[in-house]
């Protein structure tokens, strides 16, 4: 399983994390993940914006569908989540 390991090295099993989506999200999942850094940064950046935006127009009492806010900040979520294991799976690679 991986890479044959040297002398004084040691494998290190990262948490599992389960996640529970439903069908649409899974697709949104799986099309971060084939993502390159740059893409994640770029895609993060446009999410934070969207969500700057739809939160004046829920202020200005103008937003279509609440919903939005809260897809939006699951998907900033998902991005950080991705972009954290990515930093531990590296950190553990180079242990």
Same mark, same amino acid.
């Given at each position: /399983?991986? $890479? ?7 494998? %290190?099993? $990262?948490? $599992? %994390?389960?996640?529970? %989506?439903?069908? /649409? !999200? ?8 084939? /993502? !390159? %850094?740059? @893409? #994640? ?15 004046? @127009?829920?202020? /200005? ?5 609440? !919903? ?11 991005i950080?989540? #991705?972009?954290?294991?990515?930093? #531990? @799976?590296?950190?553990?690679?180079? @242990?």
């Amino acid at each position: /399983m991986g $890479l044959p390991l040297s002398e004084g090295e040691k494998r %290190v099993q $990262l948490p $599992l %994390v389960v996640l529970v %989506v439903r069908i /649409m !999200s899974a697709i949104k999942i799986a099309e971060l993940r084939d /993502m !390159s %850094v740059d @893409q #994640l940064e770029a895609t993060l950046k446009e999410a934070k914006e969207k969500l700057f935006h739809l939160r004046l @127009q829920a202020r /200005m009492e103008r937003l279509d569908s609440p !919903s939005e806010l809260k897809k939006n900040k699951r998907l900033i979520a998902r991005i950080l989540t #991705l972009k954290s294991l990515r930093k #531990l @799976q590296k950190e553990t690679i180079t @242990q």
